[in-house]
Each structure stands twice: as C-alpha cells, then as structure tokens.
C-alpha cells in the first residue's frame, strides 16, 4: 500500500458533501502529516471557505508559518513563528471558542504547541455560512494549492477541541479512535486518475480529486503505526 499523496502544484481534493455540519460549534481540530519536500512552499492540509470572512482553514504558508484560520464574519487567526523544517512532520490546528481570547487557536507541530502570534477579538464559535464544499490541498480564500512535490497524508477534521494529550496520540496513531472525530482520510491509495476518490475512513465524506492527472500516490509514509503500541518511536 502506498504511503501518501504527492500533489502536483495544481491538484486537490473537493469533499463529496458540503461542511454543514462544520458550522456553529465551539470546538474544531484539524491534523494531519504533512511533507516538505523545500522551505517557503505550501502545505494545506484542509480548508473550507465562503467568501473571505467565513472560513476554518490550517496551512503551512510560504513564509514558513503555521496558521490555524477561523473566520466567524473578519480575518482571525493564530500562527506559529516562521519554521524552514522539511521532510515529515505532523501538524494540528485547535480551535477553542470557550477559551481566553489569546488561547482559542493553536498550532501544533510534532505534538507541541508552537503558537506564537495572531489576531485578538476571536471568534467564540465557528461561521454559520459554511454549507459549502471543503477542499485538502486548497485554500479557496486565495486559490493557493499544495506546492509540487509536498505530500499529504492522514488529514482528519474533529467537532471538538482536542486536547495535546491527545494530538501527541493522534499523531503516532492516525487511525485509532478519537472523540469527535468527523471525518479521516488517509490519503495512501494508488489510483492515480485525475479525478480520483479517496475514501473517509469515518464512511462519510470521501474526497475527489480535482485536476491531478500527475499526482501520485507514494511509498514515501510518515513514521505512524496502525494499531499496537507507539512507545517503541520514542527516543
């Protein structure tokens, strides 16, 4: 079985149904692993939009910074300092709307909170206008897509806010049960058709493939287990 997903600098994936059920909640994780083949590229890891001001998206941006992006009605977000790591790596973005406005978005990297920035006012819930499609690999605000040669793989979307205790799990093991948990695509298939689907492991949502007739699917795989013990990674 393939590892992950190679995008291409044109591709991505559209949900097969829209994120109606992404709306109003006070609580939102997305996480996946993503690769860095070089620095200053884009990793979208999900993003789902309508309009400018309406959105829940997390990206690792071309000035190297993380952001987690909740829009409820203007620009909000919380962001990472600029990081140049390539390779693997597994990043998260939480969304808490019960929380000090400070702390109601985080960003992960490799199970530790790297939050360092970002706006302040924060919405306490997420849009009620996002009955529209999501995409992985795309940001619709700006119709920026994961750059050439980057790589996705065990992307999920939760309707709570997941604790670090929690991403630190996910992150060894993708495919264990977790709360909340919406959607999961692993991302690892080995049809390579242009317009493609990739399953929800959730038997939900599936994605598509929009334009990625010279996307692969890859041997390249984060270092993850499925099933069993993670203890056996630790250093």
Known sequence: MAGCRIFDGVGYYSESANGADYQGLSGFTIAAWVYRSAAATYNVPYGIS??????????????????????????????????TSTGWHFVAGVFDGTAADASRMKCYLNGADVTTGGTTGNPTATSSSLAVTGRVGRLDVSSVVNSSGNALAHVSIYNVALTQKEICELMFKPASPQRGRLHYWALNGNDTASNHNEADMQRIHYVTGTSMASTSASMLSPRVCVGGSSQWLSS
């Open 50 to 83: 309508n309009g400018t001001t309406n959105a829940i998206m997390l990206y690792w941006f071309n000035d190297n910074v993380i952001y987690m992006d909740v829009r409820n009605g203007t620009t909000k977000y919380r962001n990472s300092s600029a990081n």
